[in-house]
């Protein structure tokens, strides 16, 4: 009898082994224990359940097995409370990067690098969500009359900037105006984009907690122009850049080429910040910086390479973490002369190229192809779009049949950097074409301003290299699809239908059928390749054990 | 020759002479028994695998959750409704009701066959527990497409995996398959956890919000691997319903079945279809998304669950590994009569370990998996032919065993002129094997009915 209710316990506690296994794991998902934790947690669960079930099956050693279970139990929370603890003990953390440069934060730019300090100063009006959508920040809340030009956005209270003062409507309309300032300048080639979308646009103080801004013509994506905003005192904005002063968690307390030192804002209006101070280190090879992490020098490191990931996997007390990100990594076409002006040409190209056997070749495991123009972080992105089949046949023929049925020669600009593979990339695009008949000069440019400028002045030759960094679709759309504004990076591709749709999105404020209207505008975008669509890169970062619960944000930034 | 067949049948009979007799009443088994023993069975190493190559395959989310859904519903029914009532109705294992239906000779050609498809699954078994061990020596798995090794170090580490896999089959098969009982669940929770862990990485966010978005943009995107081809909705469905198809609709589940109360114990079945083939093989999908798609079991448990991932990938390999090994080595006991078992495991133990070397059956697993099914597929026909048509078309049963055949060359012929026919189909591999069934099950009828009036 006694026998049998022991062997009964024995059977119950290996079933709570496996039970402590899955709720490790759970737990871990929910992000309320790090990684370390939960696997040493699955590992002691794992223990014990084949202690326990193994000497029920073969009999007779299940007070062994309640003695190891009993050891187990008590080894398990003291090993949670310990690595659970040590995140939260550490009051400083150190992050390498290739660049710790602010500049000036009301320059358009899209590096993740730069972002993640600017948002670590700053707060905008709105900011986004995990899964993208907008919620309140520096605006409490906000409305749009029917007409999609009429935004009304109301401040929250109590929010104060790092030198004391307080939030206003002025620091709001003040900040937006140095934002459209022609003379800010801009990161290469982005100079006057903003004030193309809101150069006509009204920007008013109501009262001193409420704002308005009234565009020139329907812009239902607005937010997406505000969430890049910066907002800062008006009384600082003239010492910028040089004088940093925002409203976010952090306050800049030491700032050199090579560090950046943020310190806790004590006044900031949200959660604490989690450390007391993040000190940031610039470092341009990415070797050293997976050197840094794996000799405890750095707590995280960011753009981690081939090489570098490689020495960090398996290694214990740092992983990895990655994130698919939002940059669309293309080639752009002259649709105005030449070739590509024939939408057969561009869809051959499209269909000529390999694009998985590209990755495998160029940026291993380390990219994932694309289906269009924008990535699954966009709104209006379709997973049901097809991506383009490899088909040298099929391109063959479109060749052919857009006249070049012996082929034809193009020539594509490269830059040297950003994308750094841009010289292999093109080489195996190059390699590809070549079997379907198409023959690529390709011309490298080593100046990246100076090619970006190029671009901009559209003297490309029949294709460039280039990556499409915003998150929001809507400037995607105005500033490389959209024919009626020709904006920065568009190359001469037409499509009345394309630019009907984006002037009835912006009118359409529900996000549903706006989505769907986006979703129309991708399938015609993919149809009619203006570009040859390639891949989004992955990014990805070596943690130690201080950060072993850090995982990356949907946006890929920096913000603890 | 008709002498050493008749000495290696009566060898044959001799070792399977214990399930010889149809199962009496006292002998039958619970549902809950069976509920137990499909859960068991089918989260196994291979789950790794498949789950995985659906993603390298480009399967869309949509396309494999309801291909899944349907193909293992097939199989639960195919189950149910072929192998089930058989068994059921005759109290035999396929073995004893095929000597009957084909003779002992063509029995022996189908033991004979099954030993060698079992010792190459044996072999993708130990390749799949290498790249867990090779993960702790730095040693790469070989890339996909790989039909040789690729480096010294790959195959010491599959010698040496298959030497001890082997060793322990002959040392102690009845302990290891208590082992592999506890095994089993734990496995199950490699999986589900292993998924769950792995889906932050992929971005989901807690509330799961955005799991269906990540899912078919980041883990069942429809975007094939380099080389990989692309699959679809009927690729995954086919592909559910065949992955067992020697066991239901090939009857070899006959051997369970005899001890059902019920042919309606076929639907427990589904206790291993949906948790091993569906939540399993949907597990092993996320994970490997998880670790960049690249087809290595190893990385993908250890990044998932860590070292206690590792070891669910080498107890996987290795308790699959070993029944399987020890139904080669029973099986090649036939032919090797007078041969101890240990050596009969051994000579199987050392072929599937010159065979885990080569990753080409490792990493080609699903194309195996479908001609595996599509080779004894045939003699299931055979038997639903003779069991079910022969009575209703008035055709006598069991004609081998009454006249005394060795080789019932009409059920032979079928098989052979099955397997050319459906090997010729222009169709894609997946789907040969529903007409070759068709044609097997035909034309045995139609062959034996024209012997009958001659």
């Given at each position: ?560 | ?248 609709v090939g009857l070899s589940d006959m051997a369970l079945f005899r001890y059902a109360r019920k042919w309606t114990y076929g639907f427990y079945s589904a206790f291993g279809m949906f ?180």
């Open positions: 009898m006694k026998r049998s209710l022991l062997a009964r316990l024995t059977g119950a506690l290996a079933l709570v082994s496996l039970a402590l296994c899955l709720a490790a794991a759970l737990l871990y998902f929910l992000g309320r224990i790090p990684e370390a934790t939960y696997k040493l947690a699955f590992l002691l669960g794992s223990i014990g359940w084949f202690v326990l079930a193994i000497g029920r099956k073969l009999g007779g050693k299940a007070g062994g097995s309640l003695l190891l279970l009993v050891a187990t139990s008590l080894i398990l929370p003291a090993g949670c409370r310990r690595d659970a603890a040590s995140p939260e003990e550490t009051k400083m953390i150190t992050v390498w990067q290739s660049s710790v440069e602010l500049g000036d934060p009301h320059i358009c730019s899209d590096s993740v690098n730069r972002l993640s300090l600017v948002f670590s100063v700053y707060e905008a009006l709105v900011k986004r969500d995990a899964a993208g959508a907008y919620r309140p920040s520096l605006a409490e809340r906000w409305s749009v009359d029917a007409d999609a030009r009429t935004w009304t956005f109301t401040l929250r209270e109590g929010v104060r900037f790092h030198d004391g003062t307080s939030l206003g409507a002025d620091d709001v309309v003040a900040s937006l105006g140095r934002v459209l300032d022609p003379a800010i300048g801009g990161a290469f080639g982005t100079q006057g984009v903003y004030l193309s979308y809101l150069g006509d646009a009204e920007i008013a103080k109501v009262d001193d907690r409420t704002v308005r801004i009234v565009t020139a013509e329907p812009m239902a994506d607005l937010l997406d122009l505000l969430v890049a905003m910066p907002v800062g005192p008006a009384g600082a904005l003239d010492r910028l850049p040089g004088e940093y002063v925002g409203s976010g968690p952090y306050r800049i307390s030491k700032r050199s080429a090579r560090e950046t030192v943020l310190e806790a804002f004590a006044g900031y209006w949200g959660e604490a910040p989690r450390f007391e101070t993040v000190r940031w280190v610039a470092e341009e090879s990415a070797a050293a910086r997976a050197d840094a992490l794996l000799e405890g020098r750095a707590d995280i490191v960011a753009g981690l390479e081939a090489e570098g990931r490689a020495r960090i996997a398996g290694r214990p007390g740092v992983s990895l973490r990655d994130w698919k990100s939002g940059l669309c990594v293309i080639f752009m076409l002259d649709c105005s002369e030449g070739p590509c002006r024939d939408r057969r040409v561009r869809r051959a190209l499209n269909y000529a190229l390999d694009v998985p056997a590209i990755i495998d070749r160029v940026v291993p495991g380390a990219a994932t192809p694309l289906n269009g123009y924008l990535t699954p972080l966009h709104f209006g992105y379709d997973p049901a779009t097809p991506a383009y089949s490899h088909d040298p046949d099929k391109a063959r023929r479109l060749l052919a049949e857009a006249g070049y049925p012996n082929g034809l020669k193009l020539v594509f600009d490269i830059p040297s950097v950003m994308p750094d593979e841009a010289p292999r990339l093109a080489a195996v695009m190059a390699e590809q074409l070549a079997g379907s008949g198409v023959s690529v000069e390709i011309v490298r440019h080593e100046d990246r301003a100076a090619y970006s400028e190029m671009v901009r002045s559209k003297d490309i030759h029949d294709a460039c290299c280039f990556d499409s960094s915003p998150r929001s679709t809507f400037r995607v759309l105005r500033e490389k699809i959209q024919s009626t504004l020709r904006g920065p990076w568009w190359q001469g591709y037409e499509s009345e239908a394309v630019n009907a749709l984006i002037a009835q999105a912006q009118a359409t404020l529900d996000d549903g059928e706006r989505q769907a209207v986006y979703r129309r505008i991708y399938a015609l975008v993919r149809d009619d390749a203006p570009w040859i669509f390639l891949y989004r890169p992955t990014e990805f970062w070596g943690v130690g054990p201080a950060l072993a619960d850090w995982r990356p944000r949907s946006d890929g930034l920096l913000i603890f | 020759m008709s002498e050493r067949i008749t000495r290696l049948t009566a060898a044959m009979d001799r070792l399977y002479e214990y399930d010889r007799e149809p199962v009496s009443p006292d002998k039958l088994q619970s549902g809950g028994k069976f509920a137990g023993l499909f859960a068991g069975e089918h989260v196994a190493a291979t789950e790794f695998v498949i789950g995985a190559f659906f993603v390298l395959h480009g399967v869309g989310a949509r396309d494999l959750v309801l291909g899944l859904l349907i193909g293992n519903l097939l199989a639960v029914l195919s189950w149910t409704f072929i192998c089930a009532p058989i068994a059921v109705r005759t109290r035999l294992t396929l073995y004893w009701y095929l000597r009957k239906i084909a003779g002992p000779g063509v029995t022996l050609v189908y033991n004979v066959a099954n030993a060698l498809l079992y010792c190459v699954l044996a072999g993708a078994m130990i390749s799949v527990s290498a790249t867990a061990v090779g993960l702790l020596f730095g040693i790469p798995v070989p890339a996909l497409g790989s039909v040789l090794p690729a480096n010294v170090g790959w195959v010491l580490i599959t010698l040496t995996l298959g030497a001890a896999f082997t060793a322990m089959a002959i040392l102690g098969f009845s302990k290891l398959s208590r082992f592999a009982e506890v095994v089993s669940p734990w496995i199950f929770v490699v999986f589900v956890a292993g998924a769950l862990a792995a889906l932050p990485r992929l971005g989901v966010t807690p509330d799961l919000s955005n799991l269906w978005e990540v899912a078919t943009t980041e883990i069942w995107n429809g975007v094939a691997a380099a080389g990989q081809e692309k699959f679809g909705f009927w690729h995954v469905l086919s592909f559910a319903w065949f992955c067992n198809l020697a066991m239901h948790p091993g083939h569906m939540l399993a093989w949907l597990a092993s999908g996320v994970m490997v998304a998880a670790i960049g798609r690249e087809m290595h079991p190893g990385l993908m448990a250890y990044e998932a669950v860590g070292v206690a991932g590792l070891a669910g990938v080498l107890f996987a390999g290795w308790t699959t590994a070993n029944p399987t090994l020890y139904r080669a080595g029973l099986a090649l006991q036939t032919v090797t009569p007078g041969w101890p078992r240990w050596k009969v495991t051994l000579v199987a133990g050392a072929a599937t370990t010159v065979l885990a070397a080569f990753p080409v059956f490792f990493l080609k697993l699903l194309d195996y998996v479908a001609i595996y099914g599509l080779v004894l597929m045939p003699v299931g026909a055979i038997v639903f032919a003779e069991h079910w048509l022969f009575p209703l078309l008035k055709i006598e049963q069991y004609r081998a065993e009454k006249r005394g055949w060795t080789f019932n060359v009409t059920a032979l012929a079928v098989w052979l002129g099955t397997l050319a026919a459906v090997f010729a189909l222009p169709i894609h591999l997946y789907f040969r094997w529903l007409p070759g069934w068709g044609i097997a099950a035909g034309s045995y009828t139609l062959l034996m009915a024209v012997r009958r009036s001659r």
